[in-house]
């Protein structure tokens, strides 16, 4: 299996009195194969996994797999657990879900001043305890605390076998350009979360893009990847484009790309377990930014659209 490309981290819709808006998810994930995803990243940080049970989580992934139905690969965490036996529970969870990897979180096999070799003997644990056949995806996810691999902990992973990619939140060219070239011929990719360096680690030969920026254009960042290099001048501005997009993740996301969703009609509710605020009343004239961002992204989409065709 192949986890490489436009891989969205997955948002999840609640109805208005807090339960998963099953309906709403579904048109979510056509919209995601509509617009140029190549895999699917269910139950992460994005979809608020901290603030699901086991059983939502559990069943986020099943319904997401189930749907997609083999149309693209499809990988899930919910990796959330500190102590070992709630960790193997939620990931044995996961993995009976038929998903094509499960995603171990970084930080929560090492608390912060662990031990050296903590990491790598909590990992070791897991694995030998969850079924043989398993496929794995690593994901430094920045909560509660980042903790980005090292190159020892990479290598191991990447010479291992069992492990198809890391979701990257270096957000260092220089740091992504060193892993790619420690798991060159390996099966693990790199693919990179941080929108500011999604060209230049694509250039560099990074394996995709998985930011959150893929819950509002992921179609865009599919065809700088598998375009932009023969189309130089258009593909610098549209990064230009799509890192000043981007800086928009503060203001209230995941709650602003439900507010995204809603307007284009994907499904109504805007509840998040995580944002619980009005975006408006914090962060002012945050409509007028997405009415440039869609603006700006139907540009760009009108652009690439009267190009050349390439000769059959």
């Not at 290099?229 to 484009?241: V, Y």
């Amino acid at each position: 299996m192949s986890v490489s490309g436009i891989f969205p981290v997955m948002i999840t819709p609640f109805t208005d009195d807090d339960r998963i808006d099953w309906d709403g998810y579904a048109r979510l994930i056509e919209w995601y194969l509509d617009h140029g995803a190549q895999g699917l990243f269910a139950v992460c940080q994005s979809s608020e996994m901290q603030h699901l049970t086991l059983e939502e989580r559990r069943d986020l992934a099943r319904f997401t797999v189930a749907q997609v139905a083999g149309r693209v690969p499809v990988v899930a965490s919910g990796h959330v657990s500190d102590g070992h036996d709630a960790q193997l529970e939620e990931l044995a969870a996961v993995a009976g879900t038929g998903v094509d990897a499960v995603v171990l979180v970084t930080n929560r096999l090492a608390a912060q001043g662990d031990e050296p070799g903590t990491w790598r003997a909590r990992l070791e644990a897991l694995l030998s305890a969850l079924p043989s056949d398993t496929r794995y995806g690593l994901y430094e996810c920045p909560a509660p605390y980042r903790r980005l691999l090292s190159d020892d902990e990479l290598e191991f992973c990447a010479q291992d076998g069992r492990f198809d990619f890391l979701k990257d939140v270096a957000c260092d060219l220089g740091v992504v350009r060193r892993r790619l070239a420690l798991t060159r011929g390996t099966p693990l990719a790199i693919n990179n979360a941080n929108a500011a360096i999604a060209w230049p680690v694509m250039q560099a030969g990074g394996q995709g893009f998985s930011g959150v920026m893929n819950n509002f254009h992921p179609d865009l960042y599919r065809w700088l990847y598998e375009h932009g290099a023969a189309h130089p001048a258009l593909a610098a501005e549209l990064d230009n484009f799509l890192v000043l997009a981007a800086m928009c993740e503060p203001f209230g996301y995941p709650k602003l790309a439900k507010v995204y969703h809603a307007r284009i009609g994907t499904f109504a509710g805007l509840h998040s377990r995580t944002v619980n605020y009005d975006l408006a009343e914090r962060h002012w004239a945050i409509e007028a930014v997405l009415d440039q961002i869609v603006t700006g992204a139907e540009r760009f989409r009108s652009r690439i659209a009267e190009l050349p065709r390439p000769a059959a």
